[in-house]
C-alpha cells in the first residue's frame, strides 16, 4: 500500500501518491502541481511540489512564476510553505492573460515551467508584543503567513481582513484559529462588519490603545488609505509592495518604488517598506504604464481561445 501523502483538487479527487509522482517527475521539468482549489470565479490556490523552496520560504517572500515555456514572468507572493511535505502555495486572482491562463491550464498533475525563488527580503518579525495584520482581497492570502509567525513570536494578534462581498471570503477558518481576534469587513456588508478594511482597523485601534504595529497588504489604494490612517498616531505600518517587476532579482530596474528621499527596488530592497514613506501614487501611476498592452494581450488571449473552441476537427488530409 502506498503510505505517501494524498494530493488534492477540488475538481479531481482522484488521490494521486506524492511521493511516487515526485519520482516519476524526476525526469520531467518544471515543478508539479499537487493541489488546486477555487476560492471564487477568479481566485484560486494551487500547491506546488517544490522541497527545496518549502524548506527556504520565510513568510513575506515571493516567486517568480513562468506557467510554460512561452509563458511570461509573473510574481506571485508564497502564501503558505510547509517543509513537511515539500510544498508551497501561491493564491492567484486572474486578472489578465498569464493569469486568466493558469486558471485554465493549472491542473493537479500538471507542472509550472519555472518556479524560482524564494525572493524579497522577510518580513522582520522582531519584538512586536501586540500586531494588526491587514489583507484586502488578494492580500488576504499572504497576510496569512504573517499573521502566523507573528503569533508564533508571542505576539497578540489581531486579523483585519476586507473583501467585496461574502462570496468571496476565503480562509476565515485559518484566521479564526490562528489569530487572537479576527475581524472580517465587506464592501456590502453580507459578511462581518460593513465597510472597508480600514473600519476595521479604526476598531481595532478603538479597543486597543497598546498596539505596536500593523502590517498591511492589499491593492495600493488601500494600503495608502491604511497609511494615513494610522500616520496621526505615528503608528508603524509596514506595506507590501506589487510594482510591475520581471526578473525579481534587481537587474532591470522596473520594479522601482519612492519610499522617503531613496529610489528602491521592491524585488530586492523589499516588498515591505514603512507605510508611512512610500509614494503610493507614483507606485500607482507606474502600475497604470501598461494597461493599454496588457488589454490588448487579454483580448487577443481569450480571441485565440474563443476561436480555437469553436475550430473544426483537422481534416484528415491536413493531418500530417
Ligand atoms: C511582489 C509581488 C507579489 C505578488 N503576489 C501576488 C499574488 O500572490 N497573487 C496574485 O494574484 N497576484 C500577485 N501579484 C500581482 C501579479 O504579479 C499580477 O497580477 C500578474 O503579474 C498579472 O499578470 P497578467 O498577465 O495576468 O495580467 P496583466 O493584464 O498583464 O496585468 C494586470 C495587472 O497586474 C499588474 N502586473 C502585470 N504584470 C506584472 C508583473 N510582471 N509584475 C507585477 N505586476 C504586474 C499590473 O498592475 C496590471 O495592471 C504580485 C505582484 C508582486 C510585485
Ligand atoms: S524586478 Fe527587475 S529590478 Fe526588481
Not at 241 to 270: E, H, Q, S, W, Y
Request: glycine share 10%.
Amino acid at each position: 500500500m502506498a503510505t505517501g501523502r494524498r494530493k488534492r483538487d477540488a475538481g479531481n479527487e482522484r488521490p494521486v501518491d506524492i511521493a511516487e509522482s515526485r519520482r516519476q517527475g524526476e525526469q520531467g521539468a518544471g515543478f508539479e502541481i499537487v493541489g488546486r482549489q477555487d476560492f471564487s470565479d477568479v481566485t484560486y490556490l494551487l500547491d506546488i511540489d517544490h522541497p527545496m523552496m518549502a524548506r527556504a520560504a520565510k513568510p513575506g517572500q515571493f516567486v517568480i512564476v513562468i506557467p510554460h515555456e512561452h509563458g511570461e514572468r509573473i510574481p506571485l507572493t508564497i502564501a503558505d510553505f510547509d517543509s513537511r511535505t515539500g510544498t508551497v502555495t501561491l493564491v492567484v486572482q486572474a486578472v489578465g492573460k498569464t493569469t486568466q491562463e493558469m486558471q485554465r491550464d493549472c491542473r493537479v498533475g500538471t507542472r509550472l515551467f519555472g518556479v524560482t525563488g524564494p525572493l524579497g527580503l522577510p518580513v522582520e518579525i522582531g519584538n512586536a508584543k501586540k500586531v494588526v495584520c491587514v489583507g484586502g482581497g488578494l492580500g488576504v492570502a499572504p497576510i496569512f503567513p504573517l499573521a502566523r509567525a507573528f503569533k508564533e513570536s508571542g505576539a497578540y494578534v489581531i486579523g483585519v481582513v476586507g473583501f467585496r462581498t461574502r462570496d468571496l471570503v476565503f480562509w476565515d477558518d485559518r484566521f479564526q484559529a490562528t489569530c487572537d481576534e479576527f475581524i472580517i469587513c465587506t464592501d456590502d456588508g453580507s459578511a462581518g462588519i460593513e465597510g472597508r478594511v480600514t473600519e476595521g482597523i479604526a476598531l481595532a485601534m478603538a479597543n486597543h490603545g497598546d498596539i505596536d504595529e500593523v502590517v498591511a497588504i492589499g491593492p495600493p489604494i488601500m494600503m495608502k488609505a491604511v497609511a494615513e490612517l494610522t500616520r496621526p498616531a505615528n503608528l508603524k505600518t509596514t506595506v507590501s509592495l506589487n510594482p510591475i517587476m520581471v526578473d525579481g532579482t534587481g537587474m532591470c530596474g522596473g520594479c522601482r518604488v519612492k519610499v522617503g528621499d531613496k529610489v528602491l527596488f521592491a524585488c530586492v530592497d523589499g516588498p515591505h517598506f514603512d507605510g508611512h514613506q512610500v509614494d503610493f501614487d507614483d507606485l500607482m501611476n507606474r502600475l497604470r504604464r501598461f494597461t493599454t498592452e496588457e488589454k490588448l494581450a487579454t483580448q487577443r488571449w481569450s480571441h485565440a481561445c474563443r476561436r480555437s473552441a469553436h475550430e473544426p476537427p483537422p481534416s484528415p488530409e491536413t493531418q500530417v
